[in-house]
């Protein structure tokens, strides 16, 4: 797993995105950690070759873990499940699939140029 940390470098923000690392430091189907907006973001890329970015911060048990989590689906959803509780959230929408009054931020992202951009809100 790669994490990648921004605190050092410098980012460049263009029309609201924030570029956050290259698109070869995404393992398809593993999650890694950046830093956009101030926030822990972890970000996905999936075998199909699909994106997904939802906060890090894990809201059953206070950890900055979802980038570590399983991904999966259910059904036709793309989902991560957490590396503590085991919880599952839809990578789409970051909507819990165990309890539907929880869910995670979800961001939008995009690979431009062989990088990936995090929208910032």
């Not at 890694?32 to 939802?54: I, K, N, P």
């Not at 399983?70 to 793309?78: E, Q, R």
């Not at 539907?100 to 961001?107: E, G, I, N």
Request: proline fraction near 5%; hydrophobic fraction near 40%.
């Amino acid at each position: 797993m790669v994490e990648i940390d921004l605190r050092h470098e410098a980012v460049t923000v263009t029309d609201g995105w924030v570029d956050v690392c290259a698109f070869d430091d995404l393992v398809p189907d593993r999650g890694v950690c950046v830093l956009a907006g101030g926030r822990q973001v972890a970000v996905f890329r999936l075998s199909t070759g699909e994106l997904y970015a939802v906060d890090n911060h894990d809201p059953f048990s206070g950890a900055n873990v979802m980038s570590r989590g399983i991904v999966g689906s259910k059904g036709d959803v793309p989902k991560v499940a957490s590396p503590m509780y085991k919880q599952t959230f839809d990578l789409r929408t970051g909507r819990s699939l165990d309890d539907p009054t929880v869910a995670l931020p979800s961001y939008r992202v995009r690979a431009r140029g062989g990088r990936i951009e995090i929208a910032v809100r």
